[in-house]
């Protein structure tokens, strides 16, 4: 398990804000255990000790000491506060940035979202998070960059931040109105749907083109 | 032993500094607490409490896990842990504010008894928890329950917001408290006794909970398990003082403000 030098307080992770998920969901949302669809961001914690670093290995999760079947993973731009960040407004969000970079949320399979996923989005080492930040004085608008992961070399996710439900500044704002974000606070403000499955052994790299990489192999059991 | 950290406010050199203090038993009759740098004794009056853990590590919380709150609440004793997590911007300390957001209808106090994790560790079976668990202190879990939405239920909207984990006064060692199972679980609110449990009723209890988690990820000290709260919920409002107390632990007190009045001009 590796620690990482940026994210210093908390990493809040955003599900179920891609727009294509979110809509293909909505018959689901309206079913037991949910009733109706989320009228507020999902939000979750990566707890300190899943925090890890570019360039790490995975550890494989086990359950009851046995190697879990199937875990997943999915990419997402990463905003990394400069200042305090409290109670601010959309237009005025983006000027807490200090800068931003990318986060691989490792996990078990999302199967259901009704209930806090501690079992399978707590696993040791599971977010490492890029060893840049770019300055957010060079990222003139987060909403046109697009994050793109390959697993082993094959292209399975490419998203545009303009395909999520809420927008960086819409979700700073939300966010800052639930508590109060310190600098080294990181959000990670959405990820693909459908989330990539890896294997042991497997290459995962993403990146926001000609910005900032990530990259990360999957351990062995 | 008890261990506290406070701000401060007093004058002279110390002004503004954090301390680490112990409370002893003379703290009841003196009101004075001792620090640890150089057993210089402080006036209760001259600080600010602080939350006594001070690195904190991921916060635990459990929903539903006394047997007398499930049945209040009408859900069925869940067969497994509901864990959730709370972020380190919900924690102050003792005899500070928390506040109740604008425009809501329910909000109410948990009383939990919190055990700290005091060693590292993985993969620890229940027969051995008892060693990485370093000692205890008393939250004050307070809820939304206007803001619960069935996704992640409960949700950080509800459960992970600025002032609303009052903990403290103290953490207080292991050894000095003994046995958990059988402690008294109280909350007065403006000095009514409105919460009365006993950790008799905690489904899933410390051991268990150390093992449980420490099967999915690594413990670490400064890491905290809030244990969850017995029935007896209330309606809080600004002006309300709040008092969690558990027995041989100690009791911590909270006073409910407003949005306004918490953030002041960030507001």
Redesign the interface.
């Known amino acids: 398990m590796t620690n990482n030098p940026i994210v210093k307080g908390k990493l809040v992770c955003v599900a179920l804000n891609d727009a294509n998920q979110f809509e293909a969901m909505q018959a689901e949302f309206n079913e037991a255990p949910y009733k109706s669809a989320p009228t507020q961001p999902v939000l979750y914690f990566k707890t300190h000790n899943t925090w890890s670093t570019d360039g790490a290995s995975v550890e494989w999760a086990t359950n009851e000491g046995q190697a879990v079947d199937s875990m997943v993973v999915g990419a997402s731009l990463a905003v990394v506060f400069g200042e305090e960040c409290c109670r601010v407004s959309q237009d005025e969000a983006l000027k807490y940035v200090g800068g931003y970079t990318l986060v691989h949320d490792f996990s078990l399979p999302e199967l259901t979202y009704y209930r806090p996923d501690i079992k399978g989005k707590c696993l040791d080492g599971s977010a490492p998070i890029g060893s840049v930040v770019i300055p957010a004085s060079d990222i003139s608008d987060p909403q046109a960059l697009t994050v793109t992961t390959q697993v082993n070399g094959e292209t399975v996710h490419e998203m545009p931040v303009s395909q999520m439900v809420r927008s960086v500044a819409e979700l700073i704002s939300t966010i800052s109105y639930i508590m109060t974000l310190q600098p080294g606070d990181v959000i990670a403000i959405g990820f693909p749907g459908q989330r990539a499955p890896v294997k042991q052994g497997d290459k995962v790299s993403s990146a926001i083109a000609g910005v900032i990489e990530l990259n990360n192999v999957v351990g062995r059991a | 032993m008890k261990h506290a950290r406070v701000l401060f406010t007093g004058s002279g050199q110390l002004n503004g500094a954090e301390l680490d203090v112990t409370v002893e038993d003379s703290f009841a009759t003196t009101g004075q607490l001792k620090s640890k740098t150089d057993g210089q004794l402080i006036n209760e009056s001259d600080v600010t409490w602080l939350s006594p853990i001070k690195e904190p590590?991921?916060i635990?919380a459990l929903g539903l896990n006394y047997a007398d709150h499930a049945r209040e609440l009408a859900f069925e004793p869940p067969k497994e842990p509901?864990?959730?997590?709370k972020?380190?911007?919900?924690l102050t300390g003792h005899k500070q504010n928390a506040y109740r957001p604008d425009n809501i209808d329910f909000q109410h106090y948990e009383c939990e008894l919190v055990a700290v994790i005091g060693k590292e560790g993985?993969?620890i079976s229940r027969e051995d928890a008892m060693d990485y668990v370093a000692g205890y202190t008393v939250c004050n879990d307070f809820a939304i329950r206007d803001?619960l939405?069935?996704?992640?239920?409960?949700?950080?909207?509800v459960k992970?917001?600025?002032s609303l984990l009052p903990i403290g006064p103290w953490l207080i060692d292991k050894e000095d408290v003994g046995d958990i199972t059988n402690l008294r679980v109280t909350t007065h609110v403006n000095g009514e006794l409105t919460q009365d449990g006993s950790t008799a009723d905690i489904i899933f209890d410390v051991p268990f909970l150390v093992e449980y988690?420490s099967?999915?990820?690594?413990l670490?000290p400064g890491d905290m398990i809030a244990t969850g709260t017995p029935e007896g919920l209330k309606d809080m409002q600004p002006g309300d003082k709040v008092v969690c107390e558990i027995e041989k632990i100690g009791a911590l007190e909270t006073y409910i403000v407003s949005e306004q009045e918490f953030?002041g001009d960030?507001?």
């Not at chain 2, 972020?87 to 919900?90: F, K, Q, V």
């Open positions: 590590g991921t635990f509901l864990v959730f997590l972020g380190a911007n919900t993985k993969n803001y939405e069935n996704y992640y239920r409960p949700n950080l909207r992970s917001r600025d988690l099967k999915i990820m690594t670490k953030y960030k507001y």
